[in-house]
């Protein structure tokens, strides 16, 4: 034995991976053997396996001569593979494929090709697939993470995300991308809030110094340190025009930074940043808190009065309050009053803004707001009035000493009069540590394979005699069982294709709630394999505080519901604290997602139009509950094979009795999304079905022309150039523009590139304008949207 062992150690050696800068077709690099590496032909780069945590690995592409090695790229960023049996394989098919140890595939490339190919890691640090005569089917600088390399290319397909912090790899906040204008911007992407802070977000592109009339949507740094951004944006570095390996990094603190290589040092120097106040980036100090800037310590993070850090670990997590929220609510006796903060700025997230005479007009104005105001923003507006901003969330706060505002964060009179002390300058520590141990059972090494073999044979033997006397058992136990009513009801949700399953069995179905395909406020979304081979989506809800019997009670409602611009909900799960919903799994995602890239044409957007106008009619009128969707916007639509609409997320949604159609409808909070929530929210108003179908005009004038109604649009009118959001902005082109055809020009998305049925676009506005008119009353029934789309056919309409 011990000769063999030795024979077969020879033949290991021998056989072992040497450093190369090309992986063959049908080879592959294991994580377990550290030689498994890809190294460029002049040494700078490498390819391999990177360890992000315990036992957690990422295939990565890293840079080999700083101190530590400095990783520029990641296949599997938010998914590790363990230590012990992954591989990465180029398949004779032409795909390159991560495998975990479990066998499961990870990541892929998403390639075939007949042609011989093999993956190679040049001297740029561009992981490539090619062929033989070196021409590129994949490559790595297509599909950055969070940094690029000189002569790397920005474009519309490929932006850059942060890292979550600088020991944590996996997808941050903060994104450099092109927005639907063509601009270059940085966006804030919370895990509920997202909002641009660069260039300014009160500034118009044209006062930013950028050109949106561009289709090109790239930006590139070079090695001498220029940065051209096909909107116009360009930069220096400070060391321009020395040439020297640089880096553009998407840094985890939300900053851009350019860095140059010293190689004499061995470190990365910062040579530009494009945030100079580092407190203007949004989002750093989470919710309930304060940014300020120390030219000695730094920046910092400290919560406002009334408020405690939820994680000392992680500022992004923000502050939450000491005190109850429910004190904010009108029904309580708790007084309230108003802590004076100069100097201090809360970006966003205004409820509205109101022109008063006085301070005290502005206090009352949040008093009488309730729980939907937190503090007030006021500011001088030179017109011998003031502008009294509420505000319904207190988030993007910093300490601006030019600030020419004030702020009055509202508390409760205990809170108000105590005599707690704020620390503005305590230290702030934004690391997030990635300590990932992945459940899997491995061989212990040195074994004896064929004891191993006796071992687990007779085992087996063992486990199947076991077995086969405990389904005996059972089998005559159940037999001589009576059915009881959960039996019942089992076989009867079995029977309508209505599925009561296990948590045990979604977790397995989704390999651990692995694969995520979208979130929202209600949960997270999955994408899971059934046990009878169907793919599903499953959406795992936040603890529920319901009972068993009150959710059961909704879902037995929804899970009756069948209309074909419905999702198709078919089954659930209710276990402990969980709450699962199963529904068919939607080929092309979300309208979002389609609209983002681009990928529908007039006549899809059409039918997405009238299949979701179906759907809400059926949600309102013909159902045998009456249900009130309460969040209509593109996330919640998805789209099937034929791209066909269907609405999802109605079950979360308040069931209704028909003999409450007419009347005010209780809601305990808010619903909806901003930009698509109807005016009844803000201002307390009833609650009826013509919510949706505020929220289904806003969708479709977002369909037509390709813009977010969160988004700032600019009009030009005898005034000069004034801003609108998505419903003025559409209104004032119609009732400004000469003829039809010009509004319709200004108004389309301007990626269909004038292929659109001028009829349709017609009836489309006419009936959007319709369903966003700020009186419900004005407003028609989702069937009536229905009615004259279907009556609409292809006969031209009348001008606007």
């Not at 659930?572 to 309208?591: A, Q």
Request: aromatic share 12%; glycine share 8%.
């Amino acid at each position: 034995m011990h000769i063999l062992t030795v024979f077969l150690l020879n033949i290991f050696l021998s056989t072992s991976f040497a450093a190369t800068d090309t992986l063959p077709e049908g080879s592959s690099l294991r994580v377990d053997k550290p030689g498994n590496t890809l190294l460029s032909a002049n040494g700078d780069f490498a390819a391999g396996f990177f360890q992000v945590g315990d036992n957690a690995f990422c295939f990565s592409v890293w840079f080999t001569n700083s101190k530590p090695p400095t990783v520029i790229w990641m296949a599997n960023r938010d998914q590790p593979v363990n230590g012990r049996g992954s591989q990465l394989s180029v398949w004779k098919n032409g795909n390159v494929v991560l495998m975990d140890a479990g066998g499961s595939s990870i990541w892929s490339s998403a390639t075939l090709s007949p042609l011989q190919l093999h993956l190679k890691i040049r001297n740029n640090g561009n992981l490539v697939l090619a062929t033989s005569e070196n021409g590129v089917v994949w490559q790595s600088f297509d599909f950055p993470t969070d940094t690029l390399v000189s002569g790397q290319a920005v474009t519309e397909r490929a932006s850059l995300v942060s890292s979550r912090s600088g020991s944590n790899y996996s997808s941050g906040f903060y994104k450099l991308y092109f927005d639907n204008d063509n601009v270059l911007r940085l966006l804030y992407r919370g895990p509920n809030l997202s909002s641009v802070y660069w260039p300014a977000p009160w500034l118009l592109p044209v006062d930013a110094g950028r050109d949106t009339y561009n289709v090109t949507k790239t930006a590139i740094l070079d090695s001498f340190g220029l940065f051209t951004s096909s909107d116009g944006f360009q930069f220096r570095s400070t060391d321009y025009p020395r040439r020297v390996l640089r880096l553009l990094r998407m840094d985890p603190d939300g900053n851009l930074r350019v860095y140059s290589f010293n190689r004499n040092h061995k470190l990365w120097e910062l040579s530009w940043q494009v945030i100079s106040q580092p407190c203007t980036v949004h989002g750093i100090c989470g919710a309930n808190s304060m940014c300020t800037y120390h030219p000695v310590s730094g920046r910092s993070c400290y919560c406002l009065k009334g408020y405690k850090v939820k994680d000392p670990n992680d500022w992004t997590q923000g502050c939450v309050p000491r005190f109850n929220p429910s004190d904010f609510s009108c029904t309580t006796r708790v007084s309230m009053g108003f802590l004076h903060l100069p100097t201090t700025e809360l970006y966003g997230y205004d409820l509205n803004m109101t022109r008063v005479s006085s301070l005290k007009e502005c206090q009352n104005l949040c008093l009488q707001l309730c729980d939907k105001c937190r503090g007030v923003q006021f500011k001088f507006n030179e017109v011998s009035t003031y502008n009294c901003y509420p505000k319904t969330i207190l988030l993007n706060g910093r300490d601006t000493p030019n600030f020419d505002g004030e702020f009055y964060l509202k508390l409760p009179q205990p809170i108000l009069v105590s005599s707690t002390k704020i620390l503005k300058h305590s230290p702030m520590n934004c690391s997030v540590g990635l300590s990932q141990r992945l459940n899997r059972f491995y061989q212990s090494p040195g074994r004896n394979s064929t004891l191993s073999f006796l071992v687990w044979f007779a085992s087996g033997i063992g486990i199947f005699e076991v077995s086969t006397i405990f389904l005996v058992w059972f089998f005559l136990f159940r037999t001589n069982k009576q059915p009881d009513a959960t039996d019942q009801q089992q076989h009867l949700l079995s029977a309508t294709g209505f599925v009561r399953f296990s948590y045990a069995e979604l977790k397995s179905a989704t390999k651990g709630f692995k694969e995520e395909i979208g979130r929202g406020a209600g949960g997270i979304v999955y994408k899971g394999r059934l046990y009878d081979e169907r793919v599903a989506a499953v959406k795992r809800l936040g603890e529920a505080n319901q009972g068993e019997a009150e959710f059961l009670a909704e879902i037995s409602t929804i899970g009756m519901l069948n209309h074909m611009n419905l999702i198709d909900m078919w089954g659930y799960c209710v276990e402990g604290k969980h709450r699962l919903l199963v529904y068919e799994y939607m080929e092309h995602g979300s309208l979002a997602d389609n609209l983002f890239a681009n990928t529908l044409d007039w006549n899809k957007r059409f039918n997405v139009a009238v299949g979701t106008a179906r759907g809400l009619a059926y949600l309102h009128e013909e159902c045998l509950e009456w249900i009130l969707h309460c969040d209509v916007k593109p996330q919640n639509i998805l789209l099937d094979s034929d791209f066909q609409p269907k609405v999802a997320d109605f079950g979360l949604s308040k069931l209704l009795n028909r003999d409450e159609r007419g009347g005010s409808c209780n809601f305990s909070r808010i619903r909806g999304t901003r930009g698509y929530m109807a005016p009844e929210w803000v201002y307390n108003l009833r609650i009826t079905s013509k919510v949706d179908v505020y929220s289904y005009g806003i969708v479709v004038l977002e369909m037509i022309s390709g813009r977010s109604p969160t988004e700032i649009q600019s009009v030009e009118n005898s005034r000069g150039i004034e801003q609108r959001r998505l419903v003025s902005w559409v209104t004032e082109t119609i009732n400004s523009a000469p003829t039809n055809e010009f509004w319709m020009e200004e108004i389309v998305d301007p990626v269909l590139e004038g292929h659109y049925d001028v009829s349709q676009v017609q009836i489309l506005i006419k009936v959007a304008l319709q369903c966003v008119e700020d009186d419900m009353n004005q407003r028609p029934s989702m069937s009536q949207v229905v009615e004259m789309l279907h009556s609409h056919q292809n006969k031209l309409l009348p001008p606007l």
